[in-house]
């Protein structure tokens, strides 16, 4: 029982080890194009020992409807930005979308994990959206708003946006 326990353990060091976790994540990080989704933002740490009180994400292109899911103890506020040209949706004429959703609150202690859902259709095309999110603590703060280029993939970045991959629509 010891040894098994052991191993447990050993496992769990090195999966810790993982730089992902360090980061915050989409979960899931995968769905089909063109279709309704929700997911969560996983931040799962402060900054440096301090707690979160603030998480913003930056909505990428192409994500015309999202909201934003409700936290006990957390404020949501809403940056609308317009359309350079209006779309026509399901509903109607779409002039401006989502920009920006923050939750203000918390704390979120840093020895704890927390997400942050949106529920959102997503765009019609496959390929790959990233969400920079800056993850505001009572000192510091987490930039992970970088995104991956030529040279460099996601895990190699020090803060690197979640992202959510869009496969072929089913």
Same mark, same amino acid.
């Given at each position: *029982? !010891?040894?098994?326990?052991?191993?447990?353990?050993?496992? +769990? +060091?090195?999966?810790?080890?993982?730089?992902?976790?360090?980061?915050?994540?989409?979960?899931?990080?995968?769905?089909?194009?063109?279709?309704?989704?929700?997911t969560a933002l996983r931040i799962s740490h402060g900054c440096a020992g301090s707690p979160t009180v603030a998480v913003r994400v930056k909505l990428p292109d192409g994500?015309?409807?999202? /909201?934003?899911?409700?936290? &006990?103890?957390? @404020?949501?506020?809403?940056? @609308? /930005?317009?359309?350079?040209?209006?779309?026509?949706?399901p509903h109607g004429t779409i002039t401006q979308v989502i920009d920006e959703i923050a939750w203000r609150g918390g704390p979120l202690p840093d020895a704890y994990f927390?997400?942050?859902? +949106?529920? *959102?259709?997503?765009?019609? $095309?496959?390929?790959?959206?990233?969400?920079?999110?800056?993850?505001?603590? @009572? $000192?510091?703060?987490? !930039?992970?708003? $970088?995104?991956?280029?030529?040279?460099?993939?996601?895990?190699? +970045? $020090?803060? &690197?946006?979640?992202?959510?991959?869009?496969?072929?629509?089913?």
């Open positions: *029982m !010891r040894k098994i326990a052991a191993a447990l353990a050993g496992a +769990l +060091l090195l999966a810790g080890a993982s730089p992902a976790l360090g980061h915050v994540t989409a979960d899931p990080d995968q769905a089909p194009a063109d279709s309704w989704f929700r994500v015309l409807s999202v /909201r934003p899911q409700l936290k &006990p103890g957390w @404020e949501i506020s809403i940056i @609308e /930005r317009k359309l350079d040209q209006p779309i026509e949706g927390d997400e942050f859902g +949106l529920s *959102m259709r997503l765009p019609p $095309e496959p390929g790959i959206l990233y969400f920079p999110t800056v993850q505001e603590c @009572e $000192e510091g703060v987490h !930039r992970w708003i $970088e995104i991956p280029t030529g040279d460099k993939e996601w895990d190699d +970045l $020090e803060e &690197p946006a979640p992202f959510v991959t869009l496969t072929p629509k089913e």
